[in-house]
């Protein structure tokens, strides 16, 4: 008898540590939808507002915020599992469009507020993109037909869209 009382209030605990965990939620991902990158369902991701596109945890990543219109761009943070470039792209129909600007050179590891300038200014209201590139040929200088896009693990290429927005407020370093 002491027995099944046991297991009865062993399962009780059990199904309220589950009720509790799967309907508790998760800080990091409540409630703002983001389109897919490349087209595709929607997804729920961590950030706030419609501001930025997020970023995916993988091997690399990429992450801007939404910011001010200038001559040049601040990427805050990029994970590059080998070197590479951040390439800014202008928005074409919901993808990546025309490049505006790539940055030096990146270092394998993460690299913290990577400014990019652009070939002209971005303007409010405006969406943009930040993709990752590889160095692939070893002459440490950004060509777009050789120094193609990373790909992540679903198949696509890392990239991140982000807003211009005048009412931007300046940017602050983001610790993941």
Request: proline residues 5%; hydrophobic residues 40%; without cysteine.
């Amino acid at each position: 008898m002491r027995y099944i009382v046991f297991i009865l209030i062993a399962l009780i605990v059990i199904g309220g540590l589950y009720y509790f965990m799967s309907n508790r939620e998760n800080p990091l991902t409540s409630g703002v939808e983001m389109p897919d990158i490349f087209g595709g369902e929607s997804s729920t991701t961590a950030t706030s507002g419609d501001t930025t596109s997020g970023l995916q945890m993988e091997d690399n990543a990429v992450f801007a915020m939404e910011q001010r219109p200038g001559a040049r761009v601040q990427v805050n943070k990029v994970d590059l599992k080998m070197p590479g470039y951040v390439v800014i792209h202008a928005d074409g129909n919901g993808k990546p469009g025309d490049i505006l600007g790539t940055s030096s050179l990146l270092a394998a590891g993460e690299n913290d507020d990577v400014f990019v300038a652009l070939s002209r200014d971005a303007s409010d209201g405006e969406k943009l993109w930040a993709m990752l590139h590889s160095e692939s040929n070893g002459d440490d200088t950004f060509d777009p037909s050789i120094d193609t896009p990373i790909e992540g693990s679903n198949g696509e290429p890392i990239a991140g869209w982000f807003t211009i927005n005048a009412a931007a407020e300046e940017s602050a370093g983001i610790t993941l």
